[in-house]
């Protein structure tokens, strides 16, 4: 790894690469230097990413575009090239390697601490969809194929149940019912969008609250992370992902499900932030299926998650046996909660 790390271009001499970060996709090393400087290194899962040139285009034109609409290199991430000159590696294994400046003096948080980091987290998001919305998305190629096409998702899961790889058919009955009575609502986003009722954006796709840099001592928005899956896309996605993660009063993988709950008041937060930064820019329909986003989007990786142990755990990272099975569990508790409190929600979006 080390002698990956030094074919790009650093300052003086690596001295250890350290794993960093909790993404269940790729993997990420710190880059320690015997100078002050530290750099990101990452290699990129090709399994996952199946065009890593399309998805290096993608990030080298995003970050070009964000870079001109906010020059302080705080704001956005940047790639350090090779000591040849190319912007990545792609090795003959199909390993994908690539290399960012670290940015000094940022914050990723799993959790949010105040409702404060939350509502910058929201800005953060806002702010990038708002940089983004001049720029053409059909020069963005599509990284993964139907990524948050909730109906595609779901017709991984017939796939999953009907061939039951791993045995484990008969151990989620619940869950998997669970995502059977709720399949006829989950293509609605869709929908609207083959109605030409939704716009496509270029949105991020995967805006947990740990792919966003708060400044450790203000807390105010540095920049955003994991530029993977930008493409063409729904706010709706954009804004109900970061929900789900982030307003969500436990971890993704919470066993104990008591302890699992949307925080109306971290929602709202978010909702503030997000709108009040970008909210200018939606649509009266896109305002409207904001919450029909953070349902949907929670109930899609519910789906994902048990597929992916109905698979035998082929995707996604994991540390135990049940992990994906734990994951499904707490995305149906957030899904059922939003359910229930959707008039609620509704109302508090209005007043926003
Ligand atoms: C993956 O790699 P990471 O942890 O940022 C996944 C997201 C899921 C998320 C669930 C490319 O994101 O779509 O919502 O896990 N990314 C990909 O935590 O599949
Ligand atoms: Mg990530």
Redesign the pocket.
């Known amino acids: 790894m080390r002698e990956t790390a030094e074919q790009f271009r650093t300052e003086g001499t690596i001295i250890r690469c350290v794993p960093f970060g909790?993404?269940?996709?790729?993997q990420t090393w710190l880059v320690v230097t015997n100078q002050p400087h530290l750099y990101i290194l990452q290699r990129v899962n090709t399994e996952?990413?199946r065009d890593p040139e399309g998805l290096m285009s993608n990030i080298l034109m995003v970050t070009g575009h964000l870079r001109k609409k906010d020059p302080d290199p705080r704001h956005v991430m940047t790639l350090v090239k090779l000591r040849d000159g190319r912007d990545y590696i792609l090795n003959d294994r199909k390993e994908l390697w690539r290399m960012y400046e670290y940015v000094t003096g940022g914050v990723c948080l799993d959790k949010a601490e105040t409702a404060a980091d939350f509502r910058n987290s929201g800005a953060a998001f806002g702010t990038f969809q708002k940089q983004m919305a001049d720029f053409p998305a059909d020069r963005l190629t599509e990284t993964?194929s139907g990524?948050h096409d909730t109906p595609n998702r779901y017709r991984a899961l017939h796939e999953a149940i009907r061939e039951d790889r791993a045995g484990r058919v008969k151990t989620a009955g619940p869950e998997i019912n669970f995502m059977l009575e709720r399949e006829a609502g989950a293509g609605l986003l869709q929908q609207m969008l083959k109605a030409g009722e939704l716009p496509l954006r270029v949105t991020h796709?995967?805006t947990?609250l740990?792919?966003v840099m708060l400044d450790e001592k203000t807390r105010k928005p540095l920049c955003i992370l994991?530029l993977?899956?930008v493409m063409p896309g729904l706010a709706a996605n954009d804004f109900g992902?970061s929900i789900r993660?982030g307003a969500s009063t436990a971890a993704?993988d919470e066993k104990d499900l008591r302890k699992v709950h949307m925080d109306l008041n971290l929602y709202k937060a978010y909702a503030e932030g997000f709108l009040g930064t970008c909210g200018d820019k939606l649509t009266k329909n896109e305002k409207e299926t904001l919450p029909d986003g953070a349902r949907i989007i929670t109930l899609e990786?519910a789906v994902?998650?048990l597929t992916d142990y109905l698979n035998g755990d082929t995707?996604?990272h994991i540390e135990r046996p049940e992990h994906n099975l734990d994951?499904t569990r707490t995305q149906m508790a957030l899904t059922a909660e939003m359910e229930e409190k959707d008039g609620i929600i509704r109302q508090m979006m209005n007043g926003i």
Not at 22 to 26: D, L, R, T, Y
């Open positions: 909790s993404g269940h996709i790729n996952t990413f993964i990524f796709n995967d947990k740990n792919n994991d993977d899956t992902d993660f993704e990786n994902r998650f995707y996604y994951r």
